[in-house]
């Protein structure tokens, strides 16, 4: 079971970043899949979440109206759209598959983790 995360790079703030997270191993088109992220020194965060079927998405407050998540379930893969970056969103984003379904805002309840991809925004 692997979840690989890709997309990361350097962009100057006002821009833009799309980041996938593809999964093997298994199916996850039942799963809730996130977005953590994790800037140096710092606790890892909530950034979104998408329900199996795509129709509900859970967004921290700090990116809400900015990034957008997304699923193709066809390819196994889950989207960050990342709009109007900003320098505080620099950090390595890691995406998460969660088969039982709790708390989709909690590291705590998800089963699978990635790799995680840089993402450094500058001023």
């Known amino acids: 079971v692997q979840l690989q995360a890709y997309g990361g790079g350097l962009v100057q703030a006002g821009g833009s970043l799309r980041l996938s997270c593809v999964a093997s191993g298994r199916t996850f088109t039942r799963d809730l899949m996130g977005w953590f992220r994790q800037a140096p020194g710092k606790e890892r965060e909530f950034v979104a979440a998408?329900?199996?079927?795509?129709?509900?998405?859970y967004y921290a407050d700090s990116v809400k109206g900015r990034f957008t998540i997304s699923r193709d379930d066809a390819k196994n893969t889950v989207y960050l759209q990342m709009n109007s970056l900003k320098p505080e969103d620099t950090a390595v984003y890691c995406c998460?598959?969660?088969?039982?379904?709790?708390?989709?805002?909690?590291?705590?309840?998800?089963?699978?983790w990635g790799q995680g991809t840089q993402v450094t925004v500058s001023s």
């Open positions: 998408i329900s199996w079927n795509g129709g509900i998405t």
């Open positions: 998460a598959a969660d088969k039982h379904y709790s708390n989709p805002y909690s590291a705590l309840g998800y089963d699978y």
